[in-house]
């Protein structure tokens, strides 16, 4: 199939960047949209033009690496799908796709489509995480946890904190990333006795890294490639209230 | 036999080796290791539990990684489990039971105490995992899951659903964090290490590339641990992330390490067929699908028809005809193989005929029935057990089968998967003592970066046991040995000569390669290398395509340095001069892979020389000639020394592998 690429190039972060307009010619329904993007960059280095700059890595979904604003849609138009496993055949020969990187004021554009997300890393690294120490744990089993609990947090665990539930919030909100980790660890009864002040910390700093506030338009568990639910949001505001309180209750 | 490489393996019986090393292993105070400072490249299983574990034993620790979080690692993407001894399915299974499965499955080429050891520790891996909040799937009665795995006949195996790798990491991941939150870690994603820096023969800290803005770092630390994973992409095609690289492991190399094992490759046997030449990469169906999947090929040579309209009789269920006892739970090597055996001789299905069929009817209608005893339906139908049996399937597996129906728009629910092997981990690497130090002083590897656990051949849900292993619970200790004698040597300015050194040579080469101007990308060269390591070097290897191999590598090599070319500059964000660089250690790579692979004149476990098989086409060992970790030691442009360290049993009594 033929298409045409519109896509955002910007030199890096102190520039202002644009939209540039490419053909690509033969792709074929089963490439994937990355592989697309090589088939392009080869092209463009043999012409002697810069390649696009884009972040990925596993290209099987895992990572969270990808991150394409395709269309109007982080992750582009499938649902519970990355960029990285979204194939050509969920697009038709001459169609037009506009591609663009994250849109969020704590996401900062590093070059083309690549941006920072270092401040996921700083929530996690303010409560994001059970207090244990290697070598301080007590037998696998001494603790048994009812599966439904075991696979509620399983799902809030499958973040890959890609940061397309940011991209896909009007307000740049982390709400859905901050509450997939609160919810994973309240859920479990080893994440107890950290529970309030884990919420009010990473809070806190999803707060002081710029991300706005969520105004409940669910978006974000829209577009979230790996379908994490808004109850999540629900549970963190749970959390974060009562932590307030000074109950967990 | 020549004997350069002392393993350091401690006296005793077997089962007390690392009890009574790791009582008596030299000690650091609380005090002095404040002021010793640790060095860890690569943020997967391996990186990111060493890390976090020796910060929380105080000691200062800065980590690396090239991507733009410690969390997404290659480690994530692993999926059906990790093995530990528990025993909880009160099936036989012991710490001697994963000693041995484990050098079976590693067709005798591995080391006796680091195995144990491995497997001693497995247990407390799973006991750290669940106290992080790892969620790990569970029964109903609330306690830890099994499944099996292949090369075992018990079920060890811990998981989360088809996601194990990332729930591990994550763990791993949020325990590095909670350090660099309390300033124990300092984090330096988006960077490259691209040498290390040895004073007076000692590793004392590396060259850092800033991907970002392209300026080069010199960080000094007391020693350096490279927890850097594997070299699979050398093959260019290979279920590792586009990103996975042998750099920093390579220069380690160069500076004096000595690579052990490098021809030594797992292919996986059930990984999503290529579809055409513009494919980037390989997508794994995780081995535990072996569990209740059926793998088969039609009886009749060239069949055109689809998997399901061929009937019962017609189809040969390969493994479970030649491996009795194991079906189709054999090791990954066997599998691998005789997948190849039925394609070349042309059982082969779908398009490109390069293809078995994986089947979960079977499966989902073995399930269908429980589920319909379990309801008290005796009078069910086909369709309402089918529908009960995929749900049990989606549940195990759900993720699998969608990424399987997203990358080939097939329904694996209601067709038989079509898979074939690909290159997935690289069980040579660097050479390491029982303590995991290189033959370089100060200069450690762990997880997939070293060579020492898996002989020949890996089992299934043994990579994650032993990064974490390595990580958690062998490092912290073994690192006394040497960091005990380091306490009196103050931090060494970045401004000495040997780092100055070191970061003028790495400008060069980077300057060298911008300078090129050639005509071909990066990207070319790398697929052009692939192609010979897999034709030449892959699942079967022969003296003549060996040699064959070396020279177009030397030529490929030569092809490169005058003709690649590399927009951009060196002082901005830049992917492919990174990736030029990393082609180009490959490149060196793939050379001694095949020149290992030549020396070793036997078959065992993934190296399969075609020379050296039984009449069953099974691999034929040589264990009077090659029993022997074949450690490298480089010696200048294609030349190297082999330093053998001779493999002894004292424990295990050596077989040729039967799964019979």
Redesign the interface.
């Known amino acids: 199939m033929n298409l045409t690429l519109k896509v955002w190039r910007q030199k890096n972060k102190k520039v202002n960047g644009k939209l540039e307009t490419y053909q690509v010619a033969g792709i074929s329904e089963d490439m994937s949209f990355l592989e697309m993007f090589d088939v392009l960059n080869e092209r463009l280095v043999s012409e002697g033009t810069e390649p696009i700059a884009f972040d990925h890595d596993c290209r099987e979904g895992i990572c969270g690496m990808c991150s394409m604003y395709i269309n109007g849609q982080p992750h582009g138009p499938l649902q519970g799908v990355t960029t990285c496993q979204l194939h050509m055949r969920s697009f038709k020969d001459g169609d037009t796709i506009v591609v663009e990187p994250w849109r969020a004021v704590a996401f900062p554009v590093i070059k083309d489509l690549v941006v920072d997300r270092s401040s996921f890393d700083r929530i996690i690294a303010s409560g994001g995480f059970i207090s244990v120490n290697t070598g301080n744990a007590q037998d696998g089993n001494s603790l048994p946890i009812p599966k439904d609990d075991a696979d509620k947090a399983f799902m809030a665990a499958a973040c890959i904190g890609c940061g397309a539930c940011v991209s896909a919030c009007k307000n740049a909100s982390a709400m859905l990333f901050v509450s997939a980790k609160v919810s994973q660890l309240a859920l479990l009864p080893q994440g107890q006795p950290e529970r309030q002040d884990r919420a009010m910390k990473m809070v806190a700093q999803m707060d002081a890294e710029g991300f706005g506030t969520c105004t409940n338009t669910g978006a974000c568990a829209a577009e979230c490639p790996k379908e994490i639910s808004l109850e999540n949001i629900a549970r963190l505001n749970r959390e974060y209230l009562g932590a307030s309180l000074g109950s967990t209750n | 036999m020549s004997n350069k490489l002392d393993a350091k393996i401690p006296e005793g019986p077997i089962a007390d080796k690392w009890t009574k090393y790791r009582s008596t292993v030299p000690l650091v105070n609380p005090a002095n290791k404040r002021s010793l400072e640790i060095i860890v490249v690569g943020t997967g299983l391996a990186g990111a539990?060493a890390a976090?574990?020796l910060a929380?034993m105080g000691y200062k620790v800065k980590a690396f990684c090239f991507?733009?979080?410690?969390?997404?690692a290659?480690s994530?993407?692993a999926q059906g489990g990790i093995n530990a001894a528990?025993n909880?399915q009160n099936d036989g299974d012991s710490v001697y039971r994963l000693f041995y499965d484990t050098i079976k499955g590693g067709d005798y080429r591995s080391r006796e105490g680091n195995v144990h050891r491995l497997a001693e520790v497995s247990g407390?891996i799973?006991?750290?995992?669940?106290?992080?909040?790892v969620?790990?799937?569970?029964?109903?009665?609330?306690?830890?899951s099994n499944r099996s795995f292949g090369g075992t006949q018990v079920q060890r195996t811990f998981y989360?659903?088809g996601?194990t790798?990332?729930?591990l990491l994550?763990g791993a991941?949020?325990?590095l964090?909670?350090q660099?939150?309390i300033g124990n870690v300092t984090?330096y994603?988006r960077h490259e290490m691209l040498d290390v820096v040895t004073i007076d023969g000692k590793a004392r800290g590396i060259i850092a590339k800033n991907l970002?803005t392209g300026e080069l770092e010199r960080h000094f630390g007391h020693s350096v641990l490279l927890c850097t994973g594997g070299y699979g992409n050398v093959f260019y095609l290979s279920?590792n992330?586009?990103?996975s690289n042998v750099t920093a492991a390579w220069k380690a190399h160069k500076k004096g390490a000595n690579f052990a094992n490098p021809c030594y490759t797992q292919i996986h046997p059930t990984c999503i067929p290529v579809?055409?030449d513009?494919?980037?990469?390989l997508?794994?169906m995780s081995e535990s699908l072996r569990n209740d999947g059926r793998i088969w090929v039609p009886k009749k040579q060239n069949d055109t028809r689809l998997g399901n309209d061929i009937p019962e009789e017609e189809r040969d269920y390969y493994l479970e005809r030649r491996y009795p006892a194991f079906g189709n739970l054999v090791p990954r090597d066997i599998a691998s193989r005789a997948a190849k055996e039925r394609c070349d001789a042309g059982y082969g299905v779908g398009a490109s005929k390069m293809a078995v069929y994986l089947d979960y009817a079977y499966a989902i209608e073995r399930y269908g029935k429980i589920e319909a005893n379990k309801k008290n339906m005796h009078n069910a139908s086909k369709e309402e057990i089918s529908e009960m049996g995929k749900a049990v399937v989606k549940e195990k597996y759900g993720n699998l089968f969608?990424?399987y129906k997203?990358?080939t728009?097939e329904d694996p629910y209601e067709l038989p998967m079509r898979i074939y092997p690909a290159v997935h981990y690289t069980m040579g690497g660097l050479w390491v003592d029982y303590n995991l130090m290189t033959n370089v002083p100060g200069l450690y590897a762990l997880g997939e970066a070293n060579f020492s656990d898996h002989g020949a051949n890996r089992l299934g849900a043994s990579a994650l046991m032993q990064g974490l292993a390595d990580g958690?619970?062998v490092i912290?200790y073994t690192i006394g040995s040497y960091l005990s004698s380091e306490i009196r040597t103050k931090a060494i300015s970045t401004d000495h000569p040997a780092f100055a050194e070191a970061e003028k040579a790495v400008r060069e080469r980077i300057n060298k390669l911008l300078n090129i101007k050639g005509?071909q990308?990066p990207?070319?060269f790398h697929k052009r290398l692939g192609k010979i390591m897999w034709d030449k070097c892959g699942m079967a290897r022969s003296e003549k395509g060996l040699k064959e191999a070396i020279a177009e590598i030397q030529a490929l090599k030569n092809e490169f340095w005058s003709d690649v070319?590399i927009?951009?500059d060196a002082d901005?964000?830049n992917?492919?001069l990174d990736k030029a660089g990393r082609v180009a250690d490959f490149i060196e790579l793939g050379e001694l892979m095949c020149v290992d692979a030549l020396n070793r004149n036997e078959s065992c476990g993934g190296h399969f020389r075609e020379e050296y098989q039984t009449e069953e086409g099974e691999a034929l060992r040589d264990d009077e000639n090659f029993m022997y970790v074949a450690a490298w030691e480089y010696e200048g442009e294609s030349k190297w020394n082999l330093n053998p360290e001779p493999l002894i049993y004292e424990n295990i009594k050596i077989a040729q592998r039967s799964y019979k």
Do not use: N, W
């Open positions: 539990s976090a574990t929380e991507q733009d979080s410690p969390r997404r290659h994530i993407a528990k909880y407390s799973i006991d750290q995992c669940v106290a992080q909040g969620p790990f799937a569970r029964e109903y009665g609330g306690l830890l989360a659903a996601q790798g990332q729930q994550l991941y949020s325990g964090e909670r660099v939150g984090m994603t970002v279920t992330a586009m990103g579809s055409g513009h494919q980037s990469k997508t794994l969608d990424m997203q990358i728009g958690y619970f912290p005509k990308s990207e070319s070319r927009l951009g901005e964000f992917p492919e």
